[in-house]
């Protein structure tokens, strides 16, 4: 055998092993989403922790109204991963995403884990009544998809601080962005709800987060 030839069959066995190695060491390569909104100090510099990694904005404790169950709470999504929306009944794209979340709603169905919640930005127009239309129209299930009001101040405040939503005139300004939390409350993604090719990601991306959490049991 030549000595070329013995390299090349040396170098196809030695391939196997370096693959096995690899695996054994560093484990099955898994995906992880981006984190969004890094904590910052009164200088605007962001904020580490003892170990050199970057602090993540959780979104802060806030008590609103859910036709479904009364007071809701951040505690309410200890667990669970959570899309948000923030909408009015009266906007056209609105009723849009409204309609894409029918279709999340319907392929996490059999997760409890998952959950969904829809926060109006004019709680004086869209009244109780309003409100349990709207839930109705959509087929909000109880317990999977909230529908929350509440003072105004209250969810101003959540859009500024836990969302950085924009605002104008004392109102946050409508958005057509859904926004995915993890079970710490940390945004993990943002999605254009009016683009298909966007809630195909959020769709790709909650289960992403299902397998990391998967993989931490």
Same mark, same amino acid.
């Given at each position: 055998?030549?000595? =070329?030839?013995?390299?090349?069959? %040396?170098?196809?066995?030695?391939?196997?092993?370096?693959?096995?190695?690899?695996?054994?060491?560093? %484990?099955?390569?898994?995906? /992880?989403?981006?984190?969004?909104?890094?904590?910052?100090?009164?200088?605007?510099?962001?904020?580490? +922790?003892?170990?050199?990694?970057? *602090?993540?904005?959780?979104?802060?404790?806030?008590?609103? #109204?859910?036709?479904?169950?009364?007071?809701? /709470?951040?505690?309410?999504?200890?667990?669970?991963? /959570?899309?948000?929306?923030?909408?009015?009944?009266?906007?056209?794209?609105?009723?849009?995403?409204?309609?894409?979340? *029918?279709?999340?709603?319907?392929?996490?169905?059999?997760?409890?884990?998952?959950?969904?919640?829809?926060?109006?930005?004019?709680?004086?127009?869209?009244? #109780? =009544?309003?409100?349990?239309?709207?839930?109705?129209?959509?087929? =909000?299930?109880?317990?999977?998809?909230? *529908?929350? #009001?509440? +003072? !105004?101040?209250?969810?101003?405040?959540l859009a500024q601080? @836990?969302?950085?939503?924009?605002? %104008? &005139?004392?109102?946050?300004?409508?958005?057509?962005?859904?926004m995915l939390l +993890? &079970?710490?409350?940390?945004?993990? @993604?943002?999605?254009?709800? /009016?683009?298909?090719?966007?809630? +195909?990601?959020?769709? #790709?991306?909650?289960?992403?987060? !299902?397998?990391?959490? @998967?993989?931490?049991?």
């Amino acid at each position: 055998m030549s000595k =070329a030839k013995a390299l090349i069959l %040396g170098f196809l066995l030695l391939v196997p092993l370096l693959i096995f190695a690899f695996i054994s060491i560093f %484990g099955v390569h898994h995906f /992880t989403l981006k984190t969004y909104f890094p904590e910052v100090d009164m200088s605007g510099e962001v904020i580490y +922790d003892a170990s050199g990694d970057t *602090v993540f904005q959780q979104v802060p404790d806030f008590s609103l #109204t859910s036709l479904q169950r009364g007071q809701f /709470t951040a505690l309410d999504l200890k667990g669970a991963i /959570t899309v948000v929306q923030f909408f009015e009944t009266a906007c056209p794209e609105c009723s849009e995403i409204s309609s894409q979340l *029918v279709r999340l709603q319907e392929a996490f169905e059999e997760f409890p884990e998952v959950k969904f919640v829809s926060i109006t930005v004019n709680p004086e127009r869209d009244s #109780t =009544a309003v409100l349990q239309q709207y839930a109705a129209t959509y087929g =909000a299930k109880a317990g999977k998809w909230y *529908v929350l #009001t509440g +003072d !105004r101040e209250e969810i101003l405040a959540l859009a500024q601080q @836990g969302f950085r939503l924009p605002v %104008g &005139k004392q109102r946050v300004l409508v958005t057509e962005n859904l926004m995915l939390l +993890d &079970k710490e409350r940390k945004v993990r @993604g943002i999605y254009n709800g /009016t683009k298909q090719k966007e809630i +195909d990601r959020l769709v #790709t991306e909650i289960n992403v987060l !299902r397998d990391e959490y @998967g993989k931490r049991k």
